[in-house]
């Protein structure tokens, strides 16, 4: 017999209504082109809610990381440093530059880069004649890194650190906004995210001349001469003004969104805390601040006598949908052959994590239909 429950997604896009008006003021002015007036008003509005000078609009997060290795030299032959525990965007823009990706582990409290393994990393490489050009540092599913540990490391070694706070928009660290501590950041805006412009991303960085080097090589390296000329290669990476136009609608409601997630987080751990064998990602003390992007919970097969993949066959027959975490980069075919700095962590959660529907478009009749689901799975 087919599902006839509508399907709750894990983390669908959520319009607030506003952004149609930014859209249909580029329609009437006919600004349907990459750049235009919604573009700069989203980048102003991203650099003050970021707390960072300068911004640049582009067209994935992916373009901005790639961007971000070229403004910092990152060529063929060139290590960089990066977390195991991501998706292949953070990993990928390394290998576009023909660099190597060396991977560092995850501690366990946050489950972003292990600052111990961070160290021994960047020794390791250097008495091996390969000083690293970069960290790209992820805050996983919205988490904050520790970014005092790490930022000293960097700091010590005189690394450029990148965030890649592609799921962390609205996440702090110390109270200060992610994306603020780096040379440089990224935000990713795809249509699963805390803001989405269907597709979309950011260079944050508070060097004027890197961002105004980024706009220049995402509109494909013109230089200024009244005709078509090009001393370098450049890339098609800005954002359009039609996608600005709905980055402009989705921030005038961020602090909802981000007190939604975090809402979720609180619901399903509350409802979830009298069954053993379960933990949550969660803040480890009051300096983090995380956006809860997604709702990630360890369930230990051991002690509950089910895995991550029976629960979410479970609910997705009962059309839910859930994602177990990342693949670690090391255990990806394409990547199993660069350096990795590992402790186990990521291979462990990996083995135990799933992604809980987040999404702030979910009705309290959402949230419940999950929870009964799960525990029906977690108690059969």
């Not at 008003?41 to 000078?53: P, R």
């Not at 403004?71 to 290998?95: H, Q």
């Not at 933990?279 to 995380?290: G, I, K, R, T, V």
């Amino acid at each position: 017999m087919k599902n006839v429950h509508k399907r709750i997604f894990l983390s669908a896009p959520h319009m607030s209504g506003g952004e149609i008006n930014y859209i249909k003021e580029a329609f009437e002015q006919n600004w349907v082109a990459p750049l235009g007036p919604n573009v700069d008003h989203f980048e102003e509005v991203l650099a003050s809610y970021c707390g960072v000078d300068h911004v640049a609009a582009l067209n994935s997060g992916t373009a901005a990381i790639h961007l971000a290795l070229i403004l910092l030299g990152v060529n063929r032959g060139d290590e960089v440093i990066a977390s195991a525990f991501t998706f292949s965007a953070t990993v990928n823009p390394i290998v576009y530059q023909g660099a190597t990706p060396v991977l560092v582990d995850s501690e366990r409290n946050t489950w972003n880069m292990d600052p111990h393994l961070l160290e021994e990393a960047i020794k390791d490489r250097i008495q091996k004649g390969k000083r690293p050009k970069a960290i790209v540092l992820v805050h996983l599913y919205g988490m904050p890194a520790n970014l005092q540990a790490i930022g000293k490391i960097a700091e010590r070694y005189e690394i450029p650190l990148i965030e890649d706070a592609a799921e962390a928009l609205g996440s702090k660290y110390m109270g200060k906004a992610l994306g603020a501590f780096g040379k440089m950041a990224v935000l990713s805006f795809n249509g699963n995210k805390i803001l989405s412009t269907s597709g979309g991303g950011a260079l944050l960085s508070n060097d004027a001349d890197l961002i105004e080097k980024a706009r220049f090589l995402s509109t494909q390296a013109r230089d200024q001469a009244p005709y078509y000329q090009h001393s370098q290669i450049g890339y098609n990476y800005r954002m359009s003004n039609i996608l600005a136009g709905i980055g402009r609608g989705q921030m005038e409601v961020i602090e909802e969104r981000v007190k939604s997630r975090r809402a979720t987080f609180r619901f399903y751990k509350e409802n979830l805390k009298d069954v053993e064998g379960i933990n949550f990602l969660e803040e480890p003390d009051a300096s983090y601040f995380s956006n809860y992007w997604l709702t990630t919970m360890l369930i230990d097969p051991a002690v509950t006598n089910t895995s991550w993949e029976e629960i979410q066959g479970k609910l997705e027959k009962e059309n839910i949908e859930t994602r177990p975490l990342w693949k670690p980069m090391h255990l990806q075919p394409v990547f199993s052959s660069c350096p990795a700095y590992l402790n186990g962590v990521s291979e462990d959660l990996f083995s135990k994590g799933l992604c809980l529907p987040s999404g702030t478009i979910m009705t309290d009749g959402d949230r419940m239909r999950v929870l009964e689901n799960l525990l029906k799975s977690l108690r059969a």
